[in-house]
């Protein structure tokens, strides 16, 4: 059974950091693009960030690009949002995917996980 677990999720202050987790199991972690998504109220759901855990590369959305960094340790089957400098519209649920085709920042992941609200507070 696929089983993507994001954690790390909280509440911080504008130019606060946090860093999510994605544990990931059920499949080969090798073989599937990771990708970071964010929904808030009202709102629809955004790409944030991805990365291939076959060759590491990786892809960012504008609004974060410079303040997000993603990360894999394949050895764990994690992947990581480091968000540096956050922003009051970064407050979202945030959600990690995978997918074993797909790369980049478009909804069509075949699997999802729970998400994490992360709030930043101006």
């Known amino acids: 059974e696929v089983q993507l677990v994001e954690s790390g999720g909280g509440l911080v202050q504008a130019g606060g950091s946090l860093r999510l987790s994605c544990a990931a199991s059920?499949?080969?972690?090798?073989?599937?693009?990771i990708g970071w998504f964010r929904q808030a109220p009202g709102k629809e759901r955004e790409g944030v960030s991805c990365?291939?855990?076959?060759?590491?590369?990786?892809y960012y959305a504008d609004s974060v690009k410079g303040r997000f960094t993603i990360s894999s340790d394949n050895a764990k089957n994690t992947v990581y949002l480091q968000m540096n400098s956050l922003k009051p519209e970064d407050t979202a649920v945030y959600y990690c995917?995978?997918?074993?085709?797909?790369?980049?920042?478009?909804?069509?992941?075949?699997?999802w996980g729970q998400g994490t609200q992360v709030t930043v507070s101006s």
């Open positions: 990365i291939t855990n076959d060759d590491g590369s990786t």
């Open positions: 995917a995978a997918d074993p085709f797909l790369y980049g920042l478009g909804p069509g992941y075949e699997y």
């Open positions: 059920g499949f080969t972690f090798d073989d599937y693009a």
